[in-house]
C-alpha cells in the first residue's frame, strides 16, 4: 500500500472522526475544569442534538447545515435543564455523586431520543456523497466542512475564553472557584454559561458524526470513550489540548485497522486512556489531575 494509500483510507477519515471526538472533548474538558466531575451523559446530549438536527431536516426541510445552529440552541437549552433538575442540588455532595447522576441522565436521555425517533439508523440525506480528487486527496464535501467547522467553532471558544469578561470568568472559576466568587464572579451565571457552550458543543459533535456516518441511537455512547480519551490526552482543562487529543486519538483508530479488526478499533482510545493516566495524568499540555 502506498503513501497516498494510507493517506486517503486512513489519515483522512482519522482526521474526520479525530475533529468531531475534539469537539466532544472540548465540552468534556469545560466540565471537568469548571465543575469537576466527569459528565457521562455527554454523549447521549450529542445523539440528543444529532436527532434534533434531522427533526428540523425533516420537518422543515433544511439542510443538515442550516439545522446545525438549530440543534445546538435546543441542545444547549436542554443542557441546562437538565443541571437544574439533577445536578445543581449535588453541586456540594461528593463528585461522585454526580457522576452516578449523569450516568443516570444519560440513560434517561437516550430512552427519549429511543421513544420519539426509534432504533434504526437514519440518515440526513440520501445517496452516496463520491470523493473528489484534491492533487491526490480524496475528499468529500462534508469531510472539508466537519474539519473547518471544528477549527472555527474551536477558534471562536478559544477566543472567547480569553478576551471576554465571562471567558475570563469561567478561567477564574476553574482555577479556584472560591477565589472567584471573592473577587465577584457569579458562578451560578458562569455553570449556566458552561452548560450552554458544552450543550452546543455536542450537538455540533453528534451533527457531525450523523453527517459523515449513520445517526443511531447508541452513537453518542460509542463515542464516550475517545472523547474522554482525548480530554485526557490533551490535558484536562486544555481547550487546545483537546483538540490535538481528539486527532490523535482518532488518527491513531483508523491506523490501528491496519494491524486489528475494525471492531476493536474502540480498544486504542481505551489503551490510550490507560497509558495517559498511568504515564502522565496532566496530559500533552499538563491539564489539571483531578
Known amino acids: ?37 466527569a459528565h457521562l451523559a455527554h454523549g447521549d446530549l450529542a445523539t ?31 443542557a441546562v435543564v437538565l443541571d437544574k433538575a439533577f445536578y445543581e442540588y449535588l453541586r456540594e455532595r461528593p463528585k461522585i455523586i454526580t457522576v452516578m447522576a449523569s450516568l443516570g441522565v444519560a440513560l434517561m436521555v437516550r430512552s427519549v431520543v429511543q421513544v420519539v425517533w426509534g432504533v434504526d439508523a437514519e440518515t440526513y440525506t440520501g445517496g452516496i456523497a463520491r470523493a473528489e480528487n484534491w492533487w491526490g486527496l480524496r475528499l468529500r464535501d462534508r469531510e472539508i466542512v466537519t474539519v473547518a467547522a471544528m477549527i472555527g467553532i474551536v477558534a471562536a471558544l478559544y477566543l472567547f475564553l480569553q478576551r471576554s469578561k465571562w471567558g475570563k470568568a469561567m478561567r477564574a472559576m476553574s482555577d479556584n ?21 458544552v450543550g452546543g458543543l455536542c450537538a455540533a459533535a453528534g451533527v457531525f458524526l450523523g453527517l459523515n456516518y449513520e445517526l443511531r441511537s447508541m452513537m453518542g455512547w460509542t463515542m464516550l470513550l475517545p472523547m474522554f480519551a482525548a480530554a485526557i490526552l490533551g490535558g484536562v482543562g486544555r481547550v487546545e489540548g483537546a ?12 491506523m490501528s485497522t491496519l494491524i486489528l479488526p475494525s471492531e476493536y478499533k474502540a480498544a486504542t482510545a481505551f489503551a490510550i486512556l490507560l497509558v495517559m493516566l498511568l504515564v502522565r495524568p496532566t496530559g500533552l499540555l499538563r491539564g489539571k489531575v483531578l
Request: charged share 10%; net charge negative.
Open 177 to 197: 472557584p472560591d477565589l472567584a466568587l471573592l473577587s465577584g464572579v457569579d458562578n451560578k451565571k458562569v455553570v449556566m454559561l458552561t452548560w450552554v457552550i
Open 1 to 37: 500500500m502506498g503513501a497516498m494509500e494510507i493517506i486517503n483510507f486512513y489519515v483522512v477519515p482519522g482526521i474526520v472522526v479525530g475533529s468531531i471526538y475534539a469537539l466532544g472533548a472540548v465540552g468534556i474538558t469545560l466540565v471537568f475544569a469548571i465543575l469537576r466531575y
Open 48 to 78: 440528543l442534538g444529532a436527532f434534533l438536527a434531522l427533526g428540523a431536516v425533516t420537518l422543515g426541510g433544511v439542510s443538515p447545515y442550516v439545522a446545525l445552529p438549530i440543534a445546538m440552541v435546543l441542545t444547549a437549552a436542554t
Open 243 to 254: 483538540v490535538i487529543g481528539g486527532l490523535i486519538v482518532g488518527i491513531a483508530e483508523e
